[in-house]
């Protein structure tokens, strides 16, 4: 059914930012050096090449011979290093190859990072990805370490929205249950009856057994959502800055100039974009399709480096890469990862009485897949 309704400010301005306090960079603190480790060497070496070879095999569909010599000496420290600190990689689809195929530990979407978290041994968890994904996995592991190479890793769904403006939402409409997209602060996740992703976020809705709901804050994901229930949606403004950008007139060029490619789809595109795909899915489902399917050309219309993860693992399907990069994930690279390691940086903290509250709706949400 149509959107009942979509509430927020017409502009949020520049204000995408992640943790507002991130440090200044290359500057270490009396702290870090307290707790560091010697900073392991960086050279290219024989004996780098021999010890990476079998990651450069995984990668070597897209990182080229000439890249690889500056990648392999911080995957080697990398990975050595996590072992030395107990540490494990939790890295999104939309980090670039390097880190997801070469350091990672556990990749996936949100929610199977989210659901991952809950069962890491390890004490310090690195987040590769952006802040609210840190903060869910502080957020279910509260006694660990929680580390993100960069802090200023933030979100335009994220910046789009607070705790308090949840709370006036509630005020307007008085017993219609929130739902909240994990692309929230722990702030937001508080104040809300549920999370939910994209993989998802339809079950969701309709496990509150309500008429209408609120579901913020992705508009576009709440049209798909709509479009899919009979539930009455109530919307907030909020949008990924990467798949608005793309428009159904640039689907409809990839079809004229082939009429044989597949073209699939994130929710968070306009529904005009969704109209033109031959199938809509979270990154998760997305890789699944084209691992079943095994189409021989396919446009995946999300963040560009999935379609590079995802072509290191299947050489012989053709992928067309229109590229919109998340600026906020590519934030996170090889050598801010090993600085994390090395110092112990950027700790992730969450408020204790919030995290609490926060961890009630992503828990409810996990619970609801058993
Ligand atoms: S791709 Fe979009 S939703 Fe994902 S982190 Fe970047 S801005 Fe946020």
Not at 63 to 72: L, T
Not at 145 to 157: E, K
Not at 293 to 309: F, Y
């Amino acid at each position: 059914m149509p959107i009942a309704g979509i509430y927020g400010p017409d502009d949020f301005g520049n204000s995408v930012q992640g943790h507002p306090a991130a440090q200044a960079r290359n500057r270490v603190s009396p702290a870090e050096r307290a707790r560091a480790l010697p900073m392991p060497s960086l050279e290219w070496t024989p004996e780098v090449e021999r010890a990476t070879a079998h990651l450069y095999d995984r990668v070597k569909n897209v990182i080229s011979p000439v890249e690889w010599p500056f990648m392999a000496p911080y995957i080697k420290a990398i990975n050595e290093l996590k072992k030395t600190r107990d540490a494990v990689i939790l890295a999104h689809n939309y980090q670039t190859p390097e880190i997801f195929h070469c350091v990672a530990d556990i990749s996936g979407d949100s929610l199977q990072l989210a659901i991952e978290a809950t069962t890491v041994k390890s004490g310090i968890i690195v987040q590769c990805g952006v802040h609210f994904m840190a903060e869910t996995s502080k957020i279910l592991n509260p006694h660990k370490t929680v580390l993100i190479p960069d802090s200023r890793a933030g979100c335009s769904l994220a910046s789009s929205i607070t705790g308090a403006d949840v709370r006036l939402l509630r005020e307007r409409f008085p017993g219609v249950p929130v739902v909240a997209y994990v692309n929230t602060s722990a702030d937001v996740k508080a104040e809300v009856d549920i999370c939910c992703t994209s993989s998802n976020a339809v079950q969701v809705v309709e496990s509150l057994n309500a008429p209408t709901v609120i579901f913020l804050p992705d508009q576009y994901l709440a049209k798909y959502v709509a479009s899919q229930t009979d539930v009455k949606i109530i919307a907030w403004k909020g949008a990924c800055e990467v798949h608005e950008r793309f428009t159904g007139d640039e689907l409809r060029a990839y079809r004229e100039a082939d009429p044989t490619v597949q073209i699939i789809a994130h929710p968070e595109c306009p529904p005009d974009v969704l109209a033109e795909a031959d199938f809509t899915g979270s990154t998760a489902h997305m890789i699944n399709w084209v691992r079943n399917k095994h189409p021989k050309r396919v446009v995946m219309i999300t963040e560009c480096s999935m379609a590079d993860n995802v072509q290191a693992e299947l050489p012989d399907v053709e992928m067309v890469r229109p590229c919109n990069l998340c600026p906020h994930m590519k934030r996170i690279t090889l050598p801010k990862i090993l600085d994390s390691l090395v110092y112990l940086r950027e700790e992730v903290t969450v408020d204790p009485l919030i995290a609490g509250k926060a961890r009630r709706s992503v828990e409810r949400m996990i619970n609801l897949r058993n």
